[in-house]
């Protein structure tokens, strides 16, 4: 899991895997899942979870992986 913080305090959260839960069917090619992404609901529109998603798509092109769902 990763957290995003502000000022010592965290203010999100996001879980990424390399397997998709019961609900779905495994894609054909390598693939990232983010799961429980979340952010303090008085900071919307700070952009926190934006953040956090671009984080997930960083981690995945960093394992080599095209496909986050």
Do not use: N, Q
């Amino acid at each position: 899991p990763w957290v995003a913080e502000l000022d010592g305090r965290v203010v999100g959260s996001m879980t990424l895997t390399d397997g998709p839960g019961p609900y779905l069917a495994p894609a054909p090619e390598p693939e990232r899942y983010l799961h429980f992404l979340v952010s303090d609901r008085s900071l919307a529109g700070h952009g926190i979870g934006a953040a956090l998603v671009a984080h997930a798509v960083a981690e995945a092109r960093r394992a080599g992986v095209g496909l986050l769902r």
